[in-house]
């Protein structure tokens, strides 16, 4: 089969879907698999977010591009399947091969609030309209399989869970001079511990709950750890949570003791993983949590709030907390930082746990999804 992969978010997106993108096409080109890759993507460039006038053109180029440009550039080249990785597939207009969306979660739909008006109503157009018609739907959980179930009514058995997998080739130790650089950088001592987090700011990832609870270890609990935040604001103003991030460090007065490095490369982020002592992950809502997996990777204990998919992935290889309960995140992260005997056994278990997961198995498991759907044809 001719298996074409949607890469045009790969100009936008810069975690998330890009993460997603590029580990897949990376995992299908170093199967064994007789298929061949084609990579699509659209001739026109977005325009920067700018203005209303800007956004609202980047939407009319997005759907032309997946309604119009991509489809017929799917047939052109005589693909057999459509790969999308961001929800929308094309309806069956204009390309008749089969046709496969990713849904990572359901977000815009359990939270509607944190989404423009207009794009919310593009997205039910299209986006549901395109899975319902799929050949199958991918979602990384069953978690996700569940909600994205309720909402689009289709037959259960074609929402397939497909799991995902860590980051390739950024958890080995790395060179002493690259951690004192990436310190050095982010303004982190040598000799400092902290605890990690890595995610775009968004209102779901409960940030500030985990900073009011920094900020009691801290004051109350004297522990000598900074608290590293790695990623950026959100990409949508009603998601994002940056001026409430910043307004809870100063007034809990732990301004310096709280590092938030904005965006960083791979090679940094691989530094900062396994430089870490604990990872937290405080999510309110998770269709997947791939973070949990690279922090196995990176072999430092997790600790995760109990929210959506992410007991699912984390199974008995992390700590768990009610994402309300600051006493309960409180007193587990004080567990860990007492005890070298814990975090090594959980260090441990995520390293048994992560044989779970791997991108190798994710494609397998699409393949053999494609093989059932030309069985049928």
Not at 60 to 70: A, N, P, R, S, T
Not at 120 to 143: K, W
Request: charged letters at 25%; a positive charge.
């Amino acid at each position: 089969m001719k298996i074409a992969i949607d890469i045009r978010d790969l100009k936008i997106a810069k975690t998330g879907i890009n993460t997603y993108t590029n580990e897949l096409i990376k995992a299908f080109k170093e199967s064994n698999s007789n298929h061949e890759l084609l990579l699509l993507d659209s001739q026109y460039q977005p325009f920067p977010r700018s203005s209303k006038v800007a956004i609202i053109l980047n939407h009319i180029l997005y759907y032309y591009w997946k309604e119009i440009e991509l489809p017929l550039l799917a047939r052109s080249q005589n693909c057999d399947v459509l790969l999308c990785t961001d929800y929308v597939v094309p309806l069956p207009l204009l390309f008749k091969g089969i046709r496969i969306p990713v849904f990572h979660d359901s977000t815009f739909w359990d939270h509607p609030e944190y989404y423009n008006k207009i794009w919310r109503i593009l997205l039910n157009i299209f986006a549901v309209s395109g899975a319902r018609s799929a050949d199958f739907i991918i979602t990384p959980s069953e978690f996700s399989k569940r909600s994205v179930n309720k909402h689009l009514k289709v037959n259960p058995d074609k929402v397939v869970v497909i799991p995902e997998g860590p980051k390739t080739k950024m958890y080995e130790v790395p060179p002493l001079e690259d951690v004192r650089s990436v310190r050095k950088k982010y303004d982190i001592p040598n000799e400092t511990k902290y605890i990690l987090h890595v995610g775009v700011f968004e209102k779901r990832k409960n940030l500030p709950f985990l900073i009011k609870v920094f900020a009691q270890l801290i004051h109350d609990h004297k522990v000598e750890y900074k608290l590293v935040l790695v990623g950026q604001k959100g990409p949508r103003k009603d998601m994002d949570d940056y001026d409430r991030i910043l307004k809870t460090i100063n007034e809990h007065g732990v301004k310096d003791h709280i590092i938030m490095t904005g965006y960083v490369t791979n090679e940094e982020l691989g530094v900062l993983y396994t430089s870490a002592d604990i990872y937290v992950f405080p999510s309110t809502r998770e269709g997947f949590g791939l973070p949990i997996l690279e922090a196995f990777a990176s072999k430092i204990p997790v600790v995760s709030s109990i929210s959506g998919s992410l007991p699912e992935v984390v199974g008995d290889a992390g700590l768990l907390f009610n994402p309300t309960d600051s006493l309960s995140l409180k007193n587990i992260l004080l567990n860990l930082m007492n005890d070298d005997s814990l975090k090594l056994e959980m260090v441990n278990r995520g390293t048994q746990r992560l044989n779970n997961f791997s991108w190798s198995n994710t494609v397998k498991l699409i393949i053999n999804e494609l093989q059932k759907c030309e069985r049928n044809l």
